[in-house]
């Protein structure tokens, strides 16, 4: 099974559990897929802990108070990850041109612990944009994180030796100031689409009375 059939798959597997299909379908009805899938009710995630690349921990409240672009994958990866890691540079650089990048956050959150140590994240992720962040943590809380939002990723033929591939969904996920999930943007990652996703969640959130 390739990468895309795979990540195609692992979405519609944990939608299905996790009810984010109804909320896909929901959003269909009321815009066009050129924003993302934006849940029609922000999405809370159980708690967890990880760790970003300078050693501090990331958690719910490292998100809470700014917007945040979370990507999965594995700095070994040959081809997905690199394209959508350049796809979410671009993003930021629009919404800084823009004035609307403020204090948003971007974070590469690694599937593959075993190889991707805090000092190989920080060294990887700044060939894309110097704002970016590296996360990565025990297996237990990676998993715990990863299917809260909808992502599956497996080493189809172990974690033995230093070469082995990673299976995994190529998928894009915008939290709030709330820590919780506000849209999801599959493969493939237009920087248009993303950005087009966050201008319309801030201005909800920005609408919504709790917010005031």
């Known amino acids: ?3 895309q059939n795979f ?10 559990t996790a009810g984010i299909a109804a909320g ?5 009805a009321e815009a ?11 999405r809370p995630v159980p708690a967890f802990e990880l760790v970003r690349h300078d050693g501090t921990r990331f958690d719910s409240r490292t998100l809470a108070g700014r917007w945040s672009f979370v990507y999965f994958g594995f ?12 796809d979410l540079s671009r993003v930021q650089q629009s919404l800084e041109r823009e004035g609307l990048d403020r204090d948003t956050r971007y974070y590469f959150v690694s599937v593959d612990p075993k190889r991707d140590t805090p000092a190989r ?15 990565t943590g025990d297996l237990p809380e990676l998993e715990r994180f990863a299917r809260a939002v ?16 990673v299976d995994h969904t190529s998928l894009v996920v915008l939290f709030g100031p709330d820590a919780k999930v506000h ?10 689409v993303m950005i087009e996703g966050f201008r319309r969640a801030t201005a909800r959130a920005a609408a919504s009375p709790l917010s005031r």
């Open 183 to 192: 849209a999801v943007f599959p493969s493939p990652h237009r920087p248009d």
């Open 7 to 16: 990540a195609l798959l692992a979405f519609a597997l944990v939608a299905a």
């Open 24 to 28: 896909i379908w929901s959003f269909r």
């Open 1 to 3: 099974m390739n990468r």
């Open 121 to 135: 994240l920080a060294e990887y992720v700044v060939h894309f944009n110097s704002r970016f962040w590296g996360v």
């Open 75 to 86: 700095t070994y990866c040959p081809d997905v990850c690199p394209t959508a890691l350049v």
């Open 150 to 165: 909808g992502v599956g990723f497996s080493y189809p033929q172990g974690t033995d030796g230093d070469h082995y591939p």
């Open 32 to 42: 066009p897929a050129d924003a993302g899938f934006i849940y029609p009710e922000p």
